[in-house]
């Protein structure tokens, strides 16, 4: 029988990775993940910021998120600008009030961001109310019919 007999330098084992390599690569990850995230989220909230500041500043406290778009995978779907607000009392209630809050949005919208490349506006007014599930009402706006009703400015080409 053969025996296989190891030489010296033959035994050795692979240098282990000093901890203070792997916590540099673990922070370094961290950091490259956080700025491929914020990278990401600028990208898609930036053309809606100048429109989320003016509803900030009109209506204090509605924390206002907006996106818009179209669904990239379903093409003939409706191009769809939709903001949330938050309320300070119940949205279903006041019809007057709640009027008034669209023709508002419908102005912001359109001098801010412009209202003529999208199909629909999407208004989502949600009440927290304390203690207790949240409470929304959905407001939709052809933008087609605002254009007719000149509360909308066309594109301009």
Do not use: C
Request: proline share 6%.
């Amino acid at each position: 029988m053969m025996t296989d007999v190891l030489t010296g330098d033959e035994q050795s084992d692979p240098k282990p990775v000093s901890g203070v390599w792997v916590a540099t690569g673990i922070l370094g990850l961290g950091l490259l993940f956080t700025a491929g995230l914020w990278w990401y989220t600028d990208l898609h909230v930036s053309p809606f910021r100048d429109l989320r500041d003016a509803i900030q500043s009109e209506l204090p406290g509605s924390v206002p998120q907006v996106e818009g778009g179209q669904r990239k995978i379903h093409r003939e779907t409706p191009k769809i600008l939709r903001i949330t607000l938050r309320v300070h009392e119940d949205p279903r209630g006041n019809d007057h009030h709640v009027a008034e809050v669209m023709d508002r949005l419908v102005s912001l919208a359109d001098k801010h961001h412009g209202l003529a490349g999208y199909d629909l506006l999407d208004v989502y007014l949600v009440w927290f109310r304390p203690e207790q599930k949240a409470v929304s009402r959905h407001e939709q706006r052809e933008v087609r019919r605002l254009l007719e009703t000149g509360l909308v400015q066309p594109e301009a080409d």
